[in-house]
Each structure stands twice: as C-alpha cells, then as structure tokens.
C-alpha cells in the first residue's frame, strides 16, 4: 500500500500500513523504495536516471541522497542546470561525492548540429541555406535546433519527400518574422500556426501541467461540443511534436515534448481564465480521488495556489 503514493495503483491500507501517518509513512515509504531498488541493481546491472534534479524539493534530494550512499551497485545519472555555488547540503553531498563525475555539456558544434537537424527530418543533407541558418542562429542549442527545424517544416519552408529535403518557401520571410530569433518566438510561432481548436487543447493542458491525462482535459476544456473530438486535437499534436501521448488507461496520458512548450502555452493563457481553471482542476482532483489523496496534494497545492486561494494552498502544502 505505500507505492500507492509513488505508482499509479490504489491498494488500500493494510493493518500496519493503516497506522502509518506524516513523516514516519514518508520514512517507511523511502525504506521500501530503497529496498527495491537495492534488490533489482544486486541481479543485474542498474541505471537509475534522474532528470532536471534543480528542480527537486528536499524531501526528494533527501531520498536521493539515501540511494546513492546505501545502493552501492547502483549507477546513478543525473542532469541538471548549471548550478550556483554554495550548493545546497543535499546537492553537495550528491555531486561533491568522491565516486562522483561532474561532466559540463558544452554547446554543439556548428557541423553537430546540422547532423542533428537532419536526424529531426530523417533527412540525408539539408540545403546549404538552411545549413547556414542552423549554424549561426541556433548557438548549438539542442532544444533551440529541435524547435527550429519543426518550425520550418510547420510553416511550409521546407517540406521531406523520401529522405531528400526540398526548399518550399520563402526562408527569407521566415527570418523576417523573426521566429527563428530566440527558442520562445520559435514555439510560439509553431503555436499560432494551429487550428484554434488545438491551440485551446495546448493552452488548457498547460494550465494542468507538464503531464496531464485525458479524463481530466475532458471535463474541465470551455467548450462543450468539442469534448468528443479531443482525442483527434490530441493525436495531431502528437504529430506535430507538441505533446508526447503514452499507452492509454494511466491517468497521466500525455506530456509536453518539453518544459518550454508547455511554459510558452501557458503564458498564452489569459491570466483570469488561467486562475478560472486552476481553481475547476483543483476541485476535480478532490472530487476525482476523494479518501484517497495522499499522492495529489503536492499539485493540488500549485492549483489552489495559482486559483487564488492561499488558505487551501497552505493545507494542502502542509499535508504534502
């Protein structure tokens, strides 16, 4: 029953489960997962990799921390930020460690990012202009070069027949528009170019967060006549690399390819009616998983927060 807070399952409490409340639950919850995870690395070899770790609150730096220094036979792979020195207690003993190795992305080449924009359009050679404009306006930004090349194909400049790339547009007018300036102007360019429908589906899913599961986009998107086509509006922006769409029957079906997209559509969203459905999101997650909301509160605190309502925001975080 404690994976309930961690897995998408919901088995009751047991009679010792029951009993466990606050920090001592949290405690038997981090001995279990550590358990496991010691378990799986000792049959075979294990790698455990841990995305964005700037952004982790300290209870998850906490139970990080605890896997690294008791599971030996484990390999752990973290990305982050540049980080600003002094770190924080919990990341200097993760990344000061003296089995640890710190290794600096620095930027890609001029010639790697071409090789990645033609691996993007699953292209053999790009024309020699969109050549130079990879190079000198993408600064070797992995992110910026992926939103780029989808942003020339979305708009017409460029079309892939059979592995060749062809020219279709104007690219001059294309830089006029000053899209390819900076990796927002980019995304939100790539965003105006979709039908208002999907647009809205994009602006509605951002407000629920970088994941978000269907049921839940149904029932709180404005437009009533449109509910029955969100599956379509969903499957085209899948397409269109916007979202990420997993199996179905998980509450979390779909993901932003990116945190920048989602925070591009988020800014799109009008304040008032941003804090309209952070407000109707919060009250579907505690009518949705009413008895059972150990695992929610954390998001349910973002909603009520961001809804206007600090009170509820604070107990929320306090059961958190």
């Known amino acids: 029953p404690l994976l309930s807070s961690v897995l998408p399952v919901n088995w009751p409490d047991n009679e010792w489960t029951g009993q466990m409340k606050g920090a001592i639950r949290a405690d038997n919850t981090n001995r279990l997962l550590i358990r496991l995870l010691f378990q799986t690395a000792q049959d075979k070899p294990t790698v455990l990799l841990i995305e964005d770790i700037h952004l982790l609150d300290t209870a998850s730096l906490q139970l990080l921390q605890a896997v690294v220094i008791q599971v030996k ?17 919990n990341l200097a003993v993760l990344l000061d460690a003296s089995d640890s190795s710190l290794l600096t992305l620095e930027p890609m080449s001029p010639d790697e990012s071409v090789r990645l924009a033609e691996l993007l359009l699953d292209s053999r050679r790009l024309p020699r202009s969109i ?15 992926e939103e780029l090349v989808y942003a020339l194909r979305d708009s017409g400049t460029l079309q892939v027949v059979d592995g060749t790339i ?4 104007n690219l001059d007018q294309f830089e006029l528009r000053d899209v390819s300036g900076s990796l927002e102007g980019v ?35 404005p437009i009533d006549r ?4 969100l599956r379509d509006h969903l499957g085209s922006l899948d397409r269109s690399r916007l979202i990420h769409s997993a199996d ?3 509450e979390t079906e779909h993901v932003f390819r990116n945190r ?17 459905l952070h407000r ?10 009413r008895g059972e909301l150990d695992g929610h509160y954390p998001r349910l605190a973002e909603h009520w927060k961001q809804a206007g309502n600090p009170v509820r925001a604070i107990e929320c975080l306090e059961a958190a």
């Open 131 to 145: 050549e130079e404009l990879i190079r000198t306006r993408t600064q070797g930004q992995p992110l910026y070069i």
């Open 166 to 169: 062809r020219l279709t547009g």
């Open 260 to 276: 920048a997209i989602r925070d591009v559509a988020y800014n799109l969203v009008l304040v008032k009616h941003r804090t309209a």
């Open 187 to 221: 995304i939100i360019n790539r965003v105006d170019r979709l039908p208002p429908t999907e647009q809205l589906t994009l602006k509605v899913a951002s407000v629920i967060g970088y994941e978000f599961g269907y049921p839940l986009l149904r029932d709180v998107f």
């Open 248 to 250: 179905a029957g998980h």
């Open 226 to 229: 449109e509910r029955n086509q």
């Open 73 to 89: 036979t484990l390999l752990t792979v973290m990305t982050t930020r540049p980080l600003r020195r002094p770190l924080s207690r």
């Open 280 to 289: 109707e999101i919060a009250g579907w997650i505690e009518e949705r998983h």
